[in-house]
Each structure stands twice: as C-alpha cells, then as structure tokens.
C-alpha cells in the first residue's frame, strides 16, 4: 500500500539555519505530493504541493521538489525563522484512489530559536 | 469566521461513556473526514463521506461510527469509549475532484 516516511524528529535549529526534512514515498501510479504544517494548537494547513514530477511547490520560503526517481519530496527553507516553529507533515494522494484520500508521514516538529 | 470548525475542542470522559465529536463547514465540500492524531503516527483515517449518502470505512474505523447529518454537517462517535482512543481529532473537507483538504482546529479527547 502507499506509504510516507518522514525524517524523525524534533529538529532544532536556530533563526536563519538552512532547513531541510526528509519525505520519501511508496505508491502505485503517479500521486501528488503536499507538505503540511500545524502550528500549535491549531489544525492542519497545505504548506506546497506537487502533481508531477519535476514539479517544484513553494510558499512562505519553503520549496519542495517532486523527485520521480528517487521518490523523495524533501522540505527545504533557505532561512528559518521562529515563527515556523510547528509540525510539518508530508503526504501524498494517490492518483488511483477515486476518494483523494491523503496518505500522511509520521511528521517532524521543527523547533526554531531566536 | 472558521470555515471548518468543530465541537468540543476539548472533552475528558470515562470509559464506557458514548461519546459525540461534531463537525460543521461553510465550505460548500462534498468530501468530509476524520481523522486521528496520535503522537509519532501522523494522521490516520477513520472515516469518510463523499457525501450525504456516501459513508466509508478508513484505516482505524473499528469502535467508532459517524453520521452525515447534511452537506455541511458529518459527526463522529464513540459508542463506549475506552483508553486508548484518547487522541486528537481532526475533521477536515475536500472538493470533488480536489486533492487539497481544509482541516478543523481539532478536539482533544481523554478517556480515563
């Protein structure tokens, strides 16, 4: 079945640290890929997202690239800042599934100090 | 205001107790789901509706059922809640045809 497997956290950098956490995936046919972020005590909300290879998703800093043959969606950010501070999910939908479900990672909490 | 809000956002109950969780949306989805958060697991899928008709099993679906009351309206319960359903639980909806999904603030749940 599909799977995502996401670097393990916590992640502690300090303000202006180059960011990167780790997703790789296990599907069938050709899924899109989305990164999450939940900040504390709130819900989830769509960070990027990718629907084919070589695509790249960027928002607030952070891009991710839709890597087909390594099947990786890694998070990047040039420069973080503690106000990124959260959970970060990656996860994917696979094309073969008519109800869009979202196969989540385990998801990596990323600690920012000032 | 929220577009996907849901109710209690905290509750701490006993076990044995039927438990209700609701969730409401003002953006006119059709797809609705639950989930559960547990920590170092993600989120996993109880159900899903694609719409008022349409209820469907997830992964974890076993000691819990759900209600489509209307479009905007899909609630989650515990018949006879137990421990280890202690968790976070989000509700969130999606569009037809769309692959993003808009998640609630989510409801605590402790069962003692």
């Known amino acids: 079945g599909d799977s995502v497997t996401q670097m393990e956290g916590p992640v502690t950098l300090s303000e202006e640290a180059f960011l990167t956490i780790n997703c790789t995936y296990t599907a069938t046919g050709y899924p899109s890929l989305f990164w999450y972020v939940q900040y504390p005590g709130e819900g989830l909300q769509l960070l990027l997202k990718?629907?084919?290879?070589?695509d790249k998703g960027s928002n607030k800093g952070f891009e991710a690239t839709y890597r087909k043959e390594t099947t990786s969606f890694h998070l990047e950010k040039g420069s973080v800042q503690v106000s990124d501070s959260a959970v970060y999910f990656c996860a994917l939908s696979a094309s073969s599934r008519s109800a869009r479900q979202l196969t989540f990672g385990s998801g990596t909490q990323l600690t920012v100090l000032p | 205001d929220a577009d996907v809000t849901q109710t209690p956002r905290n509750r701490i109950t006993k076990t044995g107790k039927r438990i209700m969780l609701e969730c409401s949306q003002t953006?006119?989805?059709?797809?609705m789901y639950w989930y559960r958060q547990d920590p170092g697991l993600g989120l996993q899928l109880i159900y899903y509706?694609?719409?008022?008709?349409?209820?469907n099993k997830g992964e974890i679906s076993d000691g819990y059922s759900v209600s489509r009351q209307a479009q905007a309206k899909f609630s989650l319960s515990l018949e006879s809640a137990i421990p280890n359903q202690t968790a976070l639980y989000f509700c969130a909806t999606s569009a037809s045809g769309g692959q993003e999904q808009f998640f609630g603030p989510g409801t605590r749940l402790t069962v003692l």
């Open positions: 990718a629907t084919k290879a070589d």
């Open positions: 953006k006119g989805h059709d797809r």
């Open positions: 509706s694609f719409d008022v008709k349409d209820i």
